[in-house]
């Protein structure tokens, strides 16, 4: 019995969903070189999975990303 508690405890300390959680991040994206390219790379963040809201602009050029970091992360993007 004490065998199965510790595996009970170990299963649940170690599987990933327990430990997931709602990201975000604010990345810059220096090679946007004319108006439309904020829609290219949000259908492109939007296509990684896990992805949850990609805001993509041009003053400032850069891509404000909320993930789910138990699906993707960070290099992922």
């Not at 994206?29 to 829609?39: F, S, Y």
Request: hydrophobic content about 50%; proline content about 5%; glycine content about 6%.
């Amino acid at each position: 019995m004490k065998k199965f508690a510790i595996l009970i405890a170990l299963a649940a300390a170690f599987s990933t969903p327990a430990w997931a959680a709602t990201r975000t991040v604010t990345l810059s994206v220096p090679g946007m070189t004319c108006a439309t390219c904020p829609l290219t790379v949000k259908a492109a963040l939007g296509k990684v999975e896990g992805v949850l809201e990609a805001k993509v602009t041009w003053e400032p050029k850069e891509a404000v990303v909320t993930y789910d970091d138990a699906r993707t992360d960070v290099g992922a993007l």
